[in-house]
């Protein structure tokens, strides 16, 4: 008989789909004063570091990164650097209401591609409770009609639908042998190098450190990058 869930097990999801959905409220609000890859280059810096002091304070292991740490790479470039990026890019153009409800497919594709990729099979209810999901974000944040006829806003949304999928498939397929704060911090520092090249390569960086900004910066930081990154890696 299988072990009955912990207590972190049951709040995990909750806590994450909180911290998940804020997200989208932050990024919303910080984006009018720093430019979208430059935020998300500083903000993955930032985690980093604060990850580097904590597994130093700690004095956490990093024994099997040796041979693991190229999986954990791929899987940050997909989930943090790729996932963020066409996410950021998509709310300079569509609303953070149509792209969450954009980004309410990812539980779908992952249950669609988890039979052949990883061999898991879902259960009925379970692809009920997938459907109902959906059907909630439609209700509750609704959809302006406008933004959908902005092609490149909506064409990011999917393109960071599609790279979160893979990045989840690879995680769960590929990245075992370190702890939460030692992946993390693979992840975070090689989608902090990547975004720091696309804003170098790709736009005109500009950042107004405004109160709004810093605490948009504090929040996506220590709540979603540092706490609900933490959370999807423990769920998965």
């Known amino acids: 008989m299988p072990a009955a869930p912990t207590l972190l097990a049951r709040l995990a999801p909750l ?16 984006l009018p004063d720093v430019s979208p890859l430059f935020f998300l280059a500083v903000r ?11 597994a130093a304070l700690w ?5 099997g990164l040796a041979s693991t740490w190229r999986h954990f790479v791929v899987a940050g470039v997909l989930i943090n650097a790729l996932y963020l990026s066409a996410g950021y890019l998509a709310m300079t153009e569509i609303a953070g209401a149509t792209l969450a409800l954009i980004g309410a497919l990812h539980p779908l594709l992952t249950a669609l591609l988890a039979g052949p990729v ?9 692809w009920l409770g997938v459907a ?5 974000v439609a209700l509750v944040v609704g959809v302006d009609i406008d933004d959908l006829a902005q092609h490149t806003g909506v064409a990011w949304g999917f393109a960071a639908v599609a790279c979160l999928t893979a990045g989840t498939l690879y995680y769960s397929r ?14 975070l520092a090689a989608a902090a190098a990547l975004t720091a090249a ?10 107004e450190w405004t109160p709004t900004a810093l605490v948009t910066l504090g929040f996506l930081t220590c709540g979603v990058s ?7 890696l423990y769920m998965l």
């Open 15 to 30: 806590a994450f789909i909180f911290l998940w959905s804020m997200a989208f409220v932050a990024v919303r609000a910080g």
């Open 44 to 54: 993955f810096a930032l985690a980093t570091a604060i990850l580097v002091a904590i």
């Open 59 to 63: 004095r956490l292991g990093w024994t």
């Open 118 to 126: 990883l061999g898991e099979r879902f259960r009925p209810r379970q």
């Open 132 to 136: 109902c999901g959906i059907a909630g």
């Open 174 to 187: 590929y990245c075992r042998g370190l702890g939460l704060v030692q992946a993390n911090t693979v992840q």
């Open 198 to 207: 696309f804003a170098l390569a790709f736009e005109e960086v500009r950042a």
């Open 226 to 232: 540092l706490g609900g990154m933490a959370l999807l």
